[in-house]
C-alpha cells in the first residue's frame, strides 16, 4: 500500500481549493462583510437570520436562541419549524458576535467548499492507494480528480447561493474515511472520528443523520463482506459503537430537544410533496442545468412547471464523471462504493418513480421508509452521498484510464482535456452577491412608535427566508414566519388570511392586532389589484417604497 499525502501535499490540496473557492465565488471576497452569494434573495437570507438570530439572543439573557417570541406573534416561533444548523449558528458564533452574522455565513460557505475538496481527496486517495497499484503523480491525479469531481457538483455547488446546511458535506466524507480506517486498523481514534463525522453533519443538517441511518449500514457490511459477523463477536466493535454513540449523543441532543418540542402534525409532510420533491433517474443524465451557455435548454428537457427549475434537481455530475465513473464500475474492485452509489440514487428517486416531472404509479423502497420518517420531505438530496461515492469511483476510472496509455506525454495531455472539459461541463455562472441591508420600507417601519405586528402580501413573499431577514432591521413583530415546514404550518391554521383584501382577511388581521400591511407589488401576479385594495373601505394607503406599499388596517 502506498504512502499517504505527505503534509506539503495535504497544504497545496488546501490551497487548491481555497483559491478554487474564492475565484468560483468572486467576487464575495470582497465584501465578506455586506454580502453574500446567490443570484436571487431565498433561503441564504433565511441562514443569515438564524446566525444574526443566535448571536443577539446569546447576547441578551432574556432571550431564548431556539425561539423568537415576536415571529408568528403572538404564538412565537420555534426555530425548529426548519434546520437549526447548529454547527453554523453555534459553531460559527465568535465570527458572529466579533464582526457580523453575514461574515459568518460567507466564511462558513467557503470553508465547506475547502473542507469538502480536501476531506474527499483524502478518502479518495486512501481507496485508491488501497485498492489499485497507482502511485506518485498518478495517485495524486486520480484523488484529484475525485475531489474536484465532488466539490463542484452542480447539485452542491448550487446550495452556495442559499443553502448552507447542506452544503456542508465534509462531515459526511469525513465519516466515509474514518469506517474505512476502522475497518482496516480497528483504532479507538477511528471510531471517535465516525462519531465527530457523524454529529458534525447532523448540526449541519438533520438530513445527513437520516441518510447516513440508511447508508452506513450497506456500505460497512459490503466493505466489511464475510468478516462481518466476526466483527460483531468482538468486543472492541461494540465498544466502537458505544464510542460512536457516545459522541453522537453529546454534541447532538441538546439541540434535538426544540423538535421534539414540535407538534409532530406540524411536521409531517404529505407523499405528494415528498414525490415531488425526488428526482427522475433523467435528471442524473440531463446536461448541466446551471451552465452558462446551455443550462436554459437543458432545464427544457426535464422541466416543465412555470420558473426556473429548483436546485434540487440539479442531480448530474457531468459527462466525464459518468464516462470516467461507468469505466470504474466495470474495471474497479470496490464494491462498496458501487453498493453505495446504488442504494442511495434509489432512495433519491423518492417513494414513486417519476420521469421527468411525471410521477408513475410504480413504488419504490422510500415510500415504505416514508411511513416510519414521514417528516423528511427531499429525497432528491440523496444524489449528494451518490455522487459523492461515484466521484471516488470516478478516480478509479481515470487510473484505469491512465494505465492504458504508455506514453507519458499522451497521459498529460489527455489528463489536461478531461479537466478543461469538466470544468467547461460543470460551469454555473457567476453566483453573484446580495447585499444583506433594509429595505427603505423596513427603514421606514423602524422609526414607527408602535409595535404593533404586521403583515406581508402576496403571502409567498411573507413566507419567504428574505422576510425573515428584514425583521432584523424593522424590529416589529411579524404575524408571518419561515422554515422548513412553517408555510403547510401557516397555511393550514390559517387559510382566511389569504383571502386579502376581503373582509374575511382584514377580519383576522385586525384580529391579531396588525396595523400595517405591507404589499410587493412586484410578486403579487393576479392575487389581487389595487382596485381590490381600494374597494376594501378598512384598508388605506399610507406609503409607497419603490415595489413595496404600505397600508394602515384602520378601526371598522
Not at 413 to 426: D, I, K, N, P, S
Amino acid at each position: 500500500m502506498q504512502n499517504p499525502p505527505t503534509r506539503r501535499e495535504r497544504a497545496l490540496i488546501v490551497l487548491l481549493f481555497t483559491v478554487l473557492a474564492l475565484v468560483y465565488t468572486f467576487p464575495l471576497v470582497t465584501r465578506l462583510t455586506t454580502h453574500i452569494t446567490g443570484p436571487a434573495p431565498g433561503d441564504n437570507y433565511e441562514y443569515v437570520w438564524k446566525m444574526w438570530w443566535v448571536g443577539h439572543a446569546i447576547s441578551s439573557p432574556e432571550l431564548n436562541p431556539f425561539f423568537h417570541p415576536d415571529v408568528y406573534y403572538p404564538n412565537g416561533y420555534p426555530l425548529a419549524y426548519g434546520e437549526l444548523t447548529p454547527a453554523h449558528t453555534f459553531g460559527f458564533l465568535p465570527l458572529t458576535l466579533a464582526v457580523n452574522a453575514t461574515f459568518a455565513h460567507n466564511i462558513a460557505g467557503l470553508l465547506a467548499i475547502v473542507l469538502t475538496g480536501w476531506v474527499t481527496y483524502e478518502w479518495a486517495h486512501y481507496r485508491l492507494r488501497k485498492d489499485t497499484d497507482a502511485a506518485g503523480w498518478l495517485l495524486v491525479m486520480g484523488a484529484l480528480v475525485a475531489a474536484l469531481a465532488f466539490t463542484f457538483y452542480p447539485n452542491r455547488v448550487a446550495r452556495i447561493a442559499g443553502h448552507i446546511p447542506m452544503m456542508s458535506t465534509q462531515w459526511m466524507v469525513l465519516t466515509l474515511l474514518a469506517i474505512d480506517w476502522w475497518i482496516d486498523h480497528r483504532r479507538w481514534r477511528d471510531a471517535a472520528m465516525i462519531g465527530v463525522g457523524i454529529a458534525l453533519a447532523a448540526l449541519g443538517s438533520w438530513y445527513y443523520p437520516f441518510m447516513m441511518l440508511l447508508l452506513l449500514p450497506v456500505y460497512v457490511i459490503v466493505q466489511m463482506g464475510r468478516g462481518t459477523l466476526a466483527a460483531l463477536r468482538e468486543p472492541r466493535t461494540w465498544g466502537a459503537l458505544a464510542i460512536v454513540a457516545g459522541i453522537v449523543a453529546v454534541l447532538t441532543v441538546p439541540f434535538l430537544v426544540p423538535y421534539l418540542r414540535l407538534d409532530t402534525a406540524d411536521a409531517s409532510v404529505g407523499i405528494g410533496s415528498v414525490t415531488f420533491w425526488s428526482l427522475s433517474p433523467v435528471d442524473y443524465f440531463v446536461p448541466n442545468p446551471r451552465h452558462p451557455l446551455y443550462g436554459a435548454a437543458a432545464q427544457r428537457l426535464v422541466w416543465f412547471l412555470p420558473g426556473e427549475m429548483p436546485h434540487e434537481f440539479y442531480a448530474t455530475p457531468g459527462y466525464v464523471v459518468l464516462v470516467l465513473g461507468f469505466i470504474a464500475w466495470r474495471h474497479a474492485n470496490n464494491r462498496a462504493l458501487k453498493w453505495l452509489v446504488v442504494v442511495a440514487a434509489l432512495l433519491s428517486f423518492g417513494p414513486y418513480l417519476t420521469i421527468g416531472r411525471l410521477p408513475t404509479p410504480v413504488p419504490l423502497p422510500a415510500l415504505a421508509i416514508h411511513t416510519v420518517f414521514d417528516s423528511v420531505r427531499t429525497y432528491a438530496r440523496f444524489s449528494l452521498p451518490a455522487i459523492a461515492a461515484f466521484s471516488v469511483l470516478a478516480g478509479y476510472g481515470y487510473v484505469w484510464l491512465m494505465g492504458r496509455i504508455a506514453s507519458q506525454q499522451r497521459r498529460v495531455w489527455v489528463t489536461a482535456g478531461l479537466l478543461l472539459l469538466g470544468t467547461f461541463q460543470l460551469l454555473n455562472g457567476l453566483l453573484g452577491t446580495l447585499p444583506v441591508e433594509p429595505r427603505p420600507v423596513d427603514v421606514w417601519l423602524s422609526e414607527q412608535p408602535d409595535d404593533t405586528p404586521i403583515m406581508q402580501y402576496p403571502v409567498s413573499s411573507a413566507l419567504s427566508g428574505p422576510a425573515m431577514l428584514y425583521t432584523r432591521f424593522h424590529e416589529k413583530p411579524v404575524i408571518y414566519g419561515y422554515g422548513t415546514y412553517f408555510p403547510f404550518v401557516f397555511e393550514r391554521d390559517h387559510a382566511d388570511v389569504y383571502t386579502f383584501p376581503d373582509d374575511v382577511a382584514v377580519d383576522a388581521l385586525a384580529a391579531w392586532g396588525v396595523r400595517y400591511v405591507l404589499v410587493d407589488w412586484s410578486a403579487v401576479g393576479e392575487a389581487f389589484t389595487e382596485a381590490d385594495i381600494d374597494a376594501q373601505l378598512r384598508v388605506v394607503f399610507v406609503e409607497q417604497f419603490a415595489d413595496d406599499a404600505v397600508y394602515e388596517i384602520t378601526a371598522p
